[in-house]
């Protein structure tokens, strides 16, 4: 089986060789000055702000979602939530359980974020903004330059959940005055699921969680912030993906993060070049570089499922009013572009046989 899905996707072999040893005992000294060395460089990677904190949760990207709020807003706040699929309907649900009210940006399928959309929520009295920047759901990336602007003009607290964008598509933290960054282990940067991490910038830790009465004992992320000093985090962590997190950093180091961008993008573009030459239809509106979504009229799932038992590929399907007009195709992991080559043949055969 090839994985062409966003999570968990086709892993690295120096990857599967470290997750294949001895997980060691880790309230170490040495275990601490390695979380404390992957922790700036990925403060570099993501060009955090001076003085922004990280927060290592062995939960689901959901779980920091929904930690993040925890930690950042309550029933006092009035938050925006930029909903374009089945991950910004996530965030709204986490709101709605915590009863901090928000409100619902819209976002059609063809459409995208526009500052006239957003100008008509100026005067609303807003205090944060959430946003899937990639909402995975469909492959679309939203334009994060706009919200950026709309968020410093009405100091809005801006959170992002980069989960399969983050080291897929460029980002910047102090450039967009990004707030929270929040992100998983199993999508671009190829591990095994089971860690997700959370960046905060000096400001939101200052104004908010510092100041914010939890009421939960493992997403306090007070206790993390003064247990990673020492290169800790206050309860087990995820010790076989965090060293696997260990090794992808030092890896992508050594290349540069805008290489390993560049390599993806390249990936995702030819991918998209050659599948509109076989006849598929791709959505108009901008793409993350880390999937790419093929549109059918019908038959999806069977697509789906054929590629799968068939052929041995694996793509990832769609839910709810989606489900049978949407595959989504990776392009984060151990891939090439061969493999793409041979994915969308053995598409283009299955389509032609269901005819």
């Known amino acids: 089986m090839k994985l062409f899905t966003v999570g968990p996707v086709e892993m690295y072999e120096e990857t599967r060789v470290v997750r ?8 170490t000294p040495e275990f ?11 403060k570099k990677m993501i060009s955090a702000q001076q003085g922004a904190k990280t927060i290592y949760l062995t939960a689901s990207g ?3 979602m929904e930690a993040t709020i925890m930690n950042c807003f309550d029933e006092k706040d009035k938050i925006l939530v930029i909903n374009g699929g089945g991950f910004g309907a996530r965030f709204v649900q986490i709101c709605k359980v915590h009863n901090i009210c928000c409100d619902e940006i819209k976002v059609g399928f063809e459409e995208n ?6 100008r008509l929520y100026a005067q609303g009295g807003y205090t944060g903004l959430l946003v899937n920047i990639h909402e995975t759901s469909i492959g679309k990336i939203y334009p994060i330059e706009i919200i950026s602007d709309f968020c410093k003009k009405n100091n809005l607290y801006l959170i992002v959940d980069a989960i399969s964008s983050v080291f897929a598509d460029e980002y910047d933290m102090q450039k967009y005055n990004i707030d929270a960054t929040i992100f998983s282990s199993q999508k671009a940067l190829s591990l095994a699921p089971g860690m997700s991490v959370v960046v905060l ?7 908010r969680v510092n100041k914010k009465i939890v009421r939960s004992m493992y997403f306090d992320f007070k206790d993390y912030i003064y247990n990673f000093q020492r ?3 206050p309860f087990t962590p995820a010790v076989g993906v965090f060293i696997e997190f260990y090794n992808m950093i030092k890896y992508i180091q050594s290349i540069g993060i805008e290489n390993k961008i560049e390599e993806t993008r390249v990936r995702a573009m030819k991918f998209r070049e050659k599948a509109q030459e076989l006849g598929f239809e791709i959505p108009k509106f901008e793409k993350s570089n880390a999937l790419t979504p093929i549109l059918f009229e019908e038959k999806g799932k069977l697509v789906y499922s054929i ?3 068939k052929y041995g590929y694996i793509v990832t399907p769609s839910g709810g009013e989606f489900a049978e007009r949407i595959l989504r195709v990776g392009h984060i992991g151990n891939l090439n572009d061969e493999d793409g080559l041979q994915l969308l043949n053995a598409m283009r055969k299955v389509v032609d046989e269901l005819k």
């Open 20 to 27: 294949g040893k001895q997980l060691p005992y880790f309230r």
């Open 32 to 42: 601490s000055d390695m979380m404390l060395e992957a922790d700036e460089l990925l």
């Open 231 to 233: 290169g800790q985090t």
């Open 62 to 64: 959901t779980g920091a």
């Open 113 to 118: 974020i526009t500052e006239e959309k957003l």
């Open 201 to 207: 910038s000096p400001r939101i830790i200052e104004e």
């Open 307 to 309: 590629l799968k038992e």
